[in-house]
């Protein structure tokens, strides 16, 4: 796959298109980066962004994983010994999806966010912005927001000024962080800083058809044993021939396509035999069209994730 193609598959935006164009034809290794809140479960929502952290590592760029215990202690999800130990068990997870360790850096947010320089552009920041801005900004992302705390109005500011210290030429995330991202872009030059490219993935759907959350039991974790698959892949919303906000689908599409170009779908003869399909829009027309049967779709949905989550079961089982 060329690498243009393979930089910018299955994103829901670029920030800008131009800019990203750009900085690929002109900067040797630029670096992108992600930061995760530390979770009980890495499920493969997250693992979207973890995707596209695989596709611009091996378009040349230099990746920073940021561990961010600070902020989950802001967002109200638990002490900071609580989430630093997460940390260590979510970046083994990182690893084991196919990042590379030797190009890949690891950072916890408590590591520099506690310097003078890191704080002075913290307040600096404050005064840039609006109590209202901070506050929209953590609406899809913040928890608790009907009474939000101070701690998560200086949540999306440090996002911002991480964009700047780490040096960051693009910042990856779910669509959810795109108005902490928007925040960053524009205010981070009033402080001296570049505005960062940003590249959105979708918000991939969870088994019950609503955003995929650890905290809605609805997800397929990446340590989920193959019992587990099989169990919630059994009671997953897919009704027939419908392809909008369809799950099972959407799992052949972030999930299956980027990493087979063709799969077998098994069926026994009486219901027409196995099908070989060669990429996500032949499986979608199909399956729009009544020629697949849902119980067949969540069959082969079952196999693939089992056959993709084995190596990495393996390495966290092993460490
Ligand atoms: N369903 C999803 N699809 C795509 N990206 C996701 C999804 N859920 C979370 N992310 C991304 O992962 C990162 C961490 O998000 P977050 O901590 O909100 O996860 P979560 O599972 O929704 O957690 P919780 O529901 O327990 O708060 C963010 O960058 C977000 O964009
Ligand atoms: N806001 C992100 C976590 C994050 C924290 C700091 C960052 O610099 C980047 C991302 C989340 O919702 O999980």
């Known amino acids: 796959m060329e690498q243009e193609e393979l930089i910018k598959r299955n994103l829901q935006e670029i920030v800008t298109e131009e800019e990203l164009d750009e900085l690929v034809a002109t900067k040797n290794r630029p670096t992108a980066y992600v930061g ?9 929502g ?23 215990d600070i902020h989950a202690y802001l967002n109200q999800k638990g002490s900071l010994e609580e989430v630093r130990e997460l940390a260590e068990q ?3 997870c990182f690893l084991a999806l196919g990042l590379d360790p030797d190009k890949t850096k690891f950072v ?31 609406d899809e992302v913040g928890r608790k927001m009907d009474d939000p705390k101070v701690s998560q109005m200086v949540y999306p500011i440090m996002q911002a000024v991480d964009i700047a210290m780490l040096e960051v030429d693009v910042a990856v995330s779910g669509i959810d962080q795109r108005k902490i991202h928007m925040l960053a872009r524009e205010e981070l030059p009033d402080v001296g800083y570049r505005s960062p490219t940003c590249i959105h993935t979708p918000i991939m759907l969870g088994l ?23 169990r919630k892949m059994k009671k997953a919303y897919c009704p027939a021939e419908t392809v909008e906000d369809n799950p099972v689908l959407e799992i052949f599409k972030y999930h299956v396509f980027p990493r087979y170009d063709e799969i077998t779908l098994k069926r026994p003869e ?15 027309e199909q399956f729009a069209s ?17 056959d993709l989550l084995k190596p990495v079961r393996k390495i966290l089982t092993e460490a």
């Open 290 to 306: 009544g020629e697949i049967h849902p119980m067949d779709l969540k069959n082969a949905a079952t196999e693939y994730m089992n």
């Open 46 to 68: 997250h693992v979207l962004t973890v995707n596209k952290l695989i596709d611009l590592q091996r378009s040349g760029f230099d990746i920073i994983v940021l561990l961010a």
């Open 108 to 138: 916890f947010g408590s590591d520099f966010q506690l310097n003078h320089d890191y704080m002075l552009n913290v307040l600096k920041l404050t005064q840039e912005t609006s109590l209202n801005r901070a506050k929209r900004s953590m």
């Open 36 to 44: 995760y809140e530390p979770s009980g479960k890495i499920h493969m």
């Open 90 to 92: 979510n970046k083994r």
């Open 270 to 284: 009486k219901f027409g035999g196995n099908l070989e399909i060669s990429g996500y829009q032949e499986l979608e």
């Open 208 to 230: 019950d058809g609503v955003k995929m959350s650890s905290s809605k039991e609805n997800y397929i974790s990446v340590d989920d044993t193959e019992d587990d698959i099989k």
